[in-house]
């Protein structure tokens, strides 16, 4: 079945770092990717997709590149805030699926002056 | 902007109760779903409804039902709590459009079962 990896928090960086959170997939067909955050006491919110290969998605200064030739979608942003302190959540929906999605373990990031 | 109204964001019940969450989307979308976030494991999908009166099975639905019997609305029923089901849940609703469309999720309601 269809699958998500992501690498294991939390990550801890300080103010204007660089931030790459792996995360791969394993999944027949051709699924969309997504990131979506989860910033402390709320719910998820989408931070961008991505639906073929070579898509770039972006927001809030946040990228990941859909790869399908190494099933993955790193999650990057060049200089990071405390404001970005969440759990990041990659997740794919593939098709025929009824718009399930599966969702990886979640990435905590925390961000320090 | 679409909003998921979860009930309760905090609740406290005791083993071998009857508990309802509850939630509701302002956005006419047709698919629903219940999701548990626990450490560790993510979010993984208990019952999704595409349709009022319609439901599926997700990934771990056993000790759980749902409930749509309006489109905004959708349950779901714990018939008998027991401890393992401590836990946040959370809500989503999406739209079935010719473009993917993302899940809008409600804010959790984190339950403790004592």
């Known amino acids: 079945g269809d699958s998500v990896t992501q690498m294991e928090g939390p990550v801890t960086l300080s103010e204007e770092a660089f931030l790459t959170i792996n995360c791969t997939y394993t999944?027949?067909?051709?699924?969309?990717l997504f990131w979506y955050v989860q910033y402390p006491g709320e719910g998820l919110q989408l931070l961008l997709k991505?639906?073929?290969?070579?898509d770039k998605g972006s927001n809030k200064g946040f990228e990941a590149t859909y790869r399908k030739e190494t099933t993955s979608f790193h999650l990057e942003k060049g200089s990071v805030q405390v404001s970005d302190s969440a759990v990041y959540f990659c997740?794919?929906?593939?098709?025929?699926?009824?718009?399930?999605?599966?969702f990886g373990t979640g990435t905590r990031l925390q961000v320090t002056l | 902007d679409v909003k998921v109204t979860q009930s309760s964001r905090y609740l406290v019940k005791r083993t071998g109760e009857k508990v309802f969450l509850e939630c509701v989307q302002d956005?006419?979308?047709?698919?629903m779903f219940w999701y548990r976030q626990d450490p560790g494991l993510g979010l993984r999908l208990i019952y999704f409804?595409?349709?009022?009166?319609?439901?599926e099975k997700g990934d771990i639905p056993e000790g759980y039902s749902v409930s749509r019997e309006k489109k905004e609305r959708f349950s779901l029923i714990l018939e008998s709590a027991s401890t393992n089901q401590t836990s946040m849940y959370l809500c989503?609703?999406?739209?079935?459009?010719?473009?993917?469309?993302?899940?809008?999720f409600g804010d959790g309601t984190r339950l403790s079962i004592l």
């Open positions: 991505a639906t073929k290969a070579d």
């Open positions: 956005m006419d979308h047709e698919n």
């Open positions: 989503a609703s999406s739209s079935v459009d010719r473009e993917i469309q993302p899940q809008h």
């Open positions: 997740a794919l929906r593939n098709t025929g699926t009824a718009s399930k999605l599966t």
């Open positions: 409804s595409y349709d009022v009166k319609m439901k």
């Open positions: 999944a027949t067909g051709y699924p969309s």
